[in-house]
C-alpha cells in the first residue's frame, strides 16, 4: 500500500521569495508521483507529474519538483512566488499501472504581498 | 472542448436521507472515478468506472454506490447520510479503463453538505 506525507500543513511566504513544499512517500512498488493545486472552491488542476526518466520535472506555472528515490521524496519548488500562486497543494502517489491515486494532506501556501 | 462536468455544484441534505451526485466525462473518456474530499483532507478514492463496469473501490461502506451509462456518464449514490458524509465530491475522468492513474482529469467538485 502507498502512502504520502505532507509534512507542513501551512506555508506562507512573501511575494517573489523561493518556496519548497515537502513530500515524502511510502511505498514497496514502484511509483508515480504527482502534485497537484486547488484553488478556492475549485477541484484540482495537475501542475506535474514523475512517470520515469529524468528525476527533474517541470511543470505548468513555473514550478518544478524532484524525484529522490534513496530519500523517498518529491518536494515542489518554485524560485519566485506570486500572489496567484496562492492555493492548496496535493502530493499524490499511484502505483504503476494503477488506476487510483493516494493523495496527501495537503499544503496551503499562502503568498504575502 | 468542455472539462468534467458535475452537477449539482452545492447541496444540502440531511441525516438519513438519500443524495445522487452527477458527473459526465471529457468527450471520449470512458472511465470515470469518483473521490471524497473531507475538509481540511486529501481527496479519498471511492471508484472507478470503465466500459459501464466497476473497476475499483476504496474503502467505503455499503452506502456508497456508483453506476456509469452507456454515454459514460456517472452517478455517486449515498444512502442513511452522515454528518460525516459531507464532503467535496470530485470526479475524474480517463480516456483508458486501465492504468490511468497518471492521467485523470478532475471536475469541479459537488459540494455536500449533511446536517
Known amino acids: 500500500a502507498q502512502s504520502v506525507t505532507q509534512l507542513d500543513s501551512q506555508v506562507p511566504v512573501f511575494e517573489e521569495a523561493p518556496v519548497e513544499l515537502r513530500c515524502n512517500y511510502s511505498s514497496s512498488v514502484s511509483v508515480y508521483l504527482f502534485w497537484y493545486v486547488q484553488y478556492p472552491n475549485q477541484g484540482l488542476q495537475l501542475l506535474l507529474k514523475?512517470?520515469?526518466?529524468?528525476?527533474l520535472v517541470k511543470g505548468i506555472n513555473g514550478f518544478e519538483a524532484e524525484f529522490n528515490k534513496s530519500q523517498t521524496s518529491f518536494h515542489l519548488r518554485k524560485p519566485s512566488v506570486h500572489i496567484s500562486d496562492t492555493a492548496e497543494y496535493f502530493c499524490a502517489v499511484s502505483e504503476t499501472g494503477a488506476n487510483n491515486l493516494f493523495f496527501g494532506t495537503g499544503t496551503r501556501l499562502t503568498v504575502i504581498p | 472542448d468542455a472539462g468534467v462536468t458535475q452537477s449539482p455544484t452545492h447541496l444540502i441534505k440531511t441525516r438519513g436521507q438519500h443524495v445522487t451526485l452527477r458527473c459526465s466525462p471529457i468527450s471520449g473518456h470512458k472511465s470515470v472515478s469518483w473521490y471524497q474530499q473531507v475538509l481540511g483532507q486529501g481527496p479519498q478514492f471511492i471508484f472507478q468506472y470503465y466500459e459501464k463496469e466497476e473497476r475499483g473501490r476504496g474503502n467505503f461502506p455499503d452506502r456508497f454506490s456508483a453506476r456509469q451509462f452507456p454515454n459514460y456518464s456517472s452517478e455517486l449514490n449515498v444512502n442513511a447520510l452522515l454528518l460525516g458524509d459531507s464532503a467535496l465530491y470530485l470526479c475524474?475522468?480517463?480516456?483508458?479503463?486501465?492504468?490511468?492513474?497518471?492521467?485523470?482529469?478532475f471536475g469541479p467538485g459537488t459540494r455536500l453538505t449533511v446536517t
Open positions: 475524474a475522468s480517463s480516456l483508458l479503463g486501465t492504468g490511468i492513474a497518471y492521467e485523470q482529469y
Open positions: 514523475y512517470l520515469s526518466g529524468s528525476t
